[in-house]
Nanobody, 125 residues
Framework: QVNLVESGGGSVQAGGSLRLSCVASGFITSSACMGWFRQAPGKDREGVAAIERGGVTTFADSVKGRFTISQDNAKSLLYLQMNSLKPEDTAMYYC???????????????????WGQGSQVTVSS
């Protein structure tokens, strides 16, 4: 029933922008904490950005000032606007959800129980 599907990834030159989208179904996004994570080959999955039930957002230090997370609850969509992309941003990006009703979840991957299939982002120098 719970399903998350990412889209919007692709290849872009350093300094460019991409916007990832995640379509959520099976739950009300406004009742959940939603997040974006990424995983590069040979590396652990890391948190990128999250938006809590109350709307508070959290960003990894590596993307602060460059990425923005937002959601359109009416359309059950989660977005990640990625600006000023760097080669180090290259990774598979995943959206995730937690709906335990917590006010704060943060950016730890293990705290999110539902995941999308991922969307590849490749940034060239």
């Amino acid at each position: 029933q719970v399903n998350l599907v990412e889209s919007g990834g692709g290849s872009v030159q350093a300094g460019g922008s991409l916007r990832l989208s995640c379509v959520a179904s099976g739950f009300i996004t406004s009742s959940a904490c939603m997040g974006w994570f990424r995983q590069a080959p040979g590396k652990d999955r890391e948190g990128v950005a999250a938006i809590e039930r109350g709307g508070v957002t959290t960003f990894a230090d590596s993307v602060k000032g460059r990425f923005t997370i937002s959601q359109d609850n009416a359309k059950s969509l989660l977005y990640l606007q990625m600006n000023s992309l760097k080669p180090e941003d290259t990774a598979m990006y995943y959206c995730a959800a937690d709906f335990r009703g917590l006010e704060w979840v943060g950016l730890e991957p293990g705290r999110f129980g539902y995941w999308g299939q991922g969307s590849q982002v490749t940034v060239s120098s």
